[in-house]
């Protein structure tokens, strides 16, 4: 007997996918902000999936990417996401649709820059051999045996090569590695070197750099003030030991990969430096 499927259900009650993302370490965590039902496969659906997703402020539907064989679509409920493409930024609003063929290389993916939550519905056929490049990252992926298994771009996995083909222990990410991996996601930020730092820019200005253990962040004053008060990992910034400024805060997190836990606050300061000082 075939499995029993149900004949309608609300697409609510079908619950979020339990694994928040596939991506290897550290482009997981950038997934936190997303959530994913998986309705075709409420349906056993196996040609193609259908996806009701949502995405809290700050976070994004995925790696900006583009497959070799899948089609994908896109369907806006509510909320009003920015998709970027080779062709740049365009804002979304509810109602409106968009499609991306297979093997063009246009990378694309939606970021939440609002304040509101984004719901989407988004579909993708299941083609065999099907490949994902992610122009902005060192990384590819390939499907093979229903599973996507993935690569850096040099094509060595993620994880540590077989004994046989080692030549030494693959390097562990370095702290500004995984800020790196962070930061440069969000779109138009580029790393520079100023004055010895490492700084981000967005427009030509700066709004981070790596200070020492910590994230030197540029904010209005009323907010870099209210979070030095209600936070214990947040610290006036004086990098060097230069004359601290009201606008400067530092983040100070052990682990720099939880820097992914302060993503509003990196787009609340990219908004304020385009904006011009206030």
Same mark, same amino acid.
């Given at each position: 007997?075939?499995?029993?499927?149900?004949? !309608?259900?609300? !697409? #609510?009650?079908?619950?979020?996918?339990?694994?928040?993302?596939?991506?290897?370490?550290?482009?997981?965590?950038?997934?936190?902000?997303?959530?994913?039902?998986?309705?075709?496969?409420?349906?056993?659906?196996?040609?193609?999936?259908?996806?009701?997703?949502?995405?809290?402020?700050?976070?994004?539907?995925?790696?900006?990417?583009?497959?070799?064989?899948?089609?994908?679509?896109?369907?806006?409920?509510?909320?009003?996401?920015?998709?970027?493409?080779?062709?740049?930024?365009?804002?979304?609003?509810?109602?409106?649709?968009?499609?991306?063929?297979?093997?063009?290389?246009?990378?694309?993916?939606?970021?939440?820059?609002?304040?509101?939550?984004?719901?989407?519905?988004?579909?993708?056929?299941?083609?065999?051999?099907?490949?994902?490049?992610?122009?902005?990252?060192?990384?590819?992926?390939?499907? !093979?045996? =229903?599973?996507?298994?993935?690569?850096?771009?040099?094509?060595?996995?993620?994880?540590?090569?077989?004994?046989?083909?080692?030549?030494?222990?693959?390097?562990?990410?370095?702290?500004?590695?995984?800020?790196?991996?962070?930061?440069? !996601? #969000?779109?138009?930020?580029?790393?520079?070197?100023?004055?010895? #730092?490492?700084?981000?820019?967005?427009?030509?200005?700066?709004?981070?750099?790596?200070?020492?253990?910590?994230? =030197?962040?540029?904010?209005?004053?009323?907010?870099?003030?209210?979070?030095?008060?209600?936070?214990?990992?947040?610290?006036?910034?004086?990098?060097?030991?230069?004359?601290?400024?009201?606008?400067?805060?530092?983040?100070?997190?052990?682990?720099?990969?939880?820097?992914?836990?302060?993503?509003?606050?990196?787009?609340?300061?990219?908004?304020?430096?385009?904006?011009?000082?206030?």
């Amino acid at each position: 007997m075939p499995d029993k499927f149900p004949i !309608a259900v609300p !697409a #609510l009650d079908v619950p979020p996918r339990a694994q928040k993302s596939i991506y290897p370490a550290p482009f997981a965590a950038l997934m936190d902000k997303r959530t994913k039902r998986q309705l075709g496969n409420a349906f056993g659906l196996a040609n193609f999936g259908v996806n009701l997703t949502t995405i809290e402020p700050g976070g994004m539907s995925a790696l900006r990417h583009a497959h070799t064989k899948q089609d994908e679509f896109i369907y806006v409920l509510e909320g009003r996401p920015t998709l970027v493409t080779d062709a740049g930024r365009t804002q979304l609003a509810p109602g409106q649709c968009a499609g991306f063929r297979a093997g063009t290389g246009d990378g694309h993916h939606l970021v939440n820059e609002t304040h509101e939550t984004v719901t989407y519905l988004e579909v993708g056929d299941r083609t065999p051999g099907d490949e994902a490049t992610y122009p902005d990252d060192d990384l590819e992926a390939t499907m !093979a045996d =229903g599973a996507w298994r993935f690569t850096h771009k040099n094509g060595f996995l993620s994880k540590e090569p077989p004994m046989a083909a080692k030549k030494s222990p693959p390097a562990e990410p370095t702290r500004k590695d995984q800020i790196d991996a962070i930061l440069l !996601a #969000l779109p138009n930020v580029e790393a520079r070197k100023i004055n010895g #730092l490492d700084a981000y820019f967005v427009a030509d200005k700066m709004f981070a750099c790596i200070s020492g253990n910590g994230i =030197g962040v540029r904010l209005p004053v009323a907010m870099a003030t209210e979070l030095q008060f209600s936070r214990e990992n947040v610290t006036s910034f004086s990098p060097g030991g230069m004359a601290s400024t009201r606008e400067w805060i530092q983040i100070d997190r052990p682990d720099a990969t939880e820097y992914s836990k302060d993503l509003e606050t990196f787009q609340a300061s990219i908004d304020f430096v385009k904006k011009g000082r206030r």
